[in-house]
């Protein structure tokens, strides 16, 4: 069964995605916490990670050289025993993080490398991580469909891959729509994350169509007449 992490910043959505007993985890980064307003980065961090009762929550680190991102996620370890952290699989440049993946996994740091879109990455980071605490590899299927190219040609091998390195697990991310949890869970893919809205969504699973067509009818109809539409 794949879980179900959330995603997201702003904390009454992500307080009730935990909630939720769907998800047992979440994730983060610092575009989602820009756009909700976060301006305590620690602060918002240590928040959510007591919010999450135990439940892993991946933070990233914000740096771009690879000392500042080692010395960071260091720091971001130090914030909980259910922190995660996240590290690019490489700097804004094109350099692998691959050189302190392995020193931090073995320091025993929980790690979800991130951005991940393809078999070389995911290869470079399993090496990486081989001999280490245990680990994510986020494969961003979503915006590899956003290419045009089906994103279960780099899940689905890159599944295999990681089939010998048992202590890593992927997640498929940045998810698009609902079906994706449906997709990533007949490849055997062993977390999604999934927005809170996108969550709730899940509830829709087995429902009857004729009855959801009717419905749809019927929010149309209310909404037409809540906003006095005539003509």
């Given at each position: 069964?794949?879980?179900?992490?959330?995603?997201?910043?702003?904390?009454?959505?992500?307080?009730?995605?935990?909630?939720?007993?769907?998800?047992?985890?979440?994730?983060?980064?610092?575009?989602?916490?820009?756009?909700?307003?976060?301006?305590?980065?620690?602060?918002?961090?240590?928040?959510?990670?007591?919010?999450?009762?135990?439940?892993?929550?991946?933070?990233?680190?914000?740096?771009?050289?690879?000392?500042?991102?080692?010395?960071?996620?260091?720091?971001?370890?130090?914030?909980?025993?259910?922190?995660?952290?996240?590290?690019?699989?490489?700097?804004?440049?094109?350099?692998?993080?691959?050189?302190?993946?392995?020193?931090?996994?073995?320091?025993?740091v929980q790690l979800n490398v991130t951005a991940v879109f393809t078999l070389e990455q995911v290869k470079w980071t399993c090496?990486?991580?081989?001999?280490?605490?245990?680990?994510?590899?986020?494969?961003?299927?979503?915006?590899?469909?956003?290419?045009?190219?089906?994103?279960?040609?780099?899940?689905?091998?890159?599944?295999?891959?990681?089939?010998?390195?048992?202590?890593?697990?992927?997640?498929?991310?940045?998810?698009?729509?609902?079906?994706?949890?449906?997709?990533?869970?007949?490849?055997?893919?062993?977390?999604?994350?999934?927005?809170p809205d996108l969550i709730d969504k899940l509830a829709l699973r087995g429902k009857p169509l004729n009855q959801y067509s009717?419905?749809?009818?019927?929010?149309?109809?209310?909404?037409?007449?809540?906003?006095?539409?005539?003509?």
């Amino acid at each position: 069964m794949t879980r179900v992490f959330t995603d997201g910043a702003n904390l009454d959505q992500v307080r009730g995605a935990l909630e939720n007993p769907l998800v047992s985890g979440l994730t983060t980064n610092p575009s989602l916490m820009a756009k909700s307003g976060i301006t305590d980065y620690e602060g918002f961090s240590r928040e959510v990670l007591t919010m999450a009762s135990g439940k892993p929550v991946s933070i990233e680190v914000v740096a771009d050289d690879l000392a500042g991102m080692h010395a960071q996620a260091k720091k971001i370890a130090s914030w909980g025993d259910n922190a995660v952290v996240k590290i690019p699989v490489t700097t804004s440049s094109g350099v692998p993080t691959s050189e302190i993946l392995g020193p931090l996994a073995a320091d025993g740091v929980q790690l979800n490398v991130t951005a991940v879109f393809t078999l070389e990455q995911v290869k470079w980071t399993c090496d990486a991580l081989a001999d280490g605490a245990s680990g994510y590899i986020s494969v961003f299927a979503g915006r590899i469909a956003d290419t045009g190219v089906d994103p279960i040609e780099v899940v689905s091998p890159a599944l295999e891959i990681m089939a010998n390195y048992p202590t890593l697990e992927m997640i498929w991310a940045s998810s698009r729509q609902v079906f994706d949890f449906y997709i990533a869970q007949s490849v055997g893919c062993h977390v999604i994350t999934l927005t809170p809205d996108l969550i709730d969504k899940l509830a829709l699973r087995g429902k009857p169509l004729n009855q959801y067509s009717l419905e749809t009818v019927q929010m149309f109809l209310n909404d037409a007449r809540a906003s006095r539409f005539d003509f």
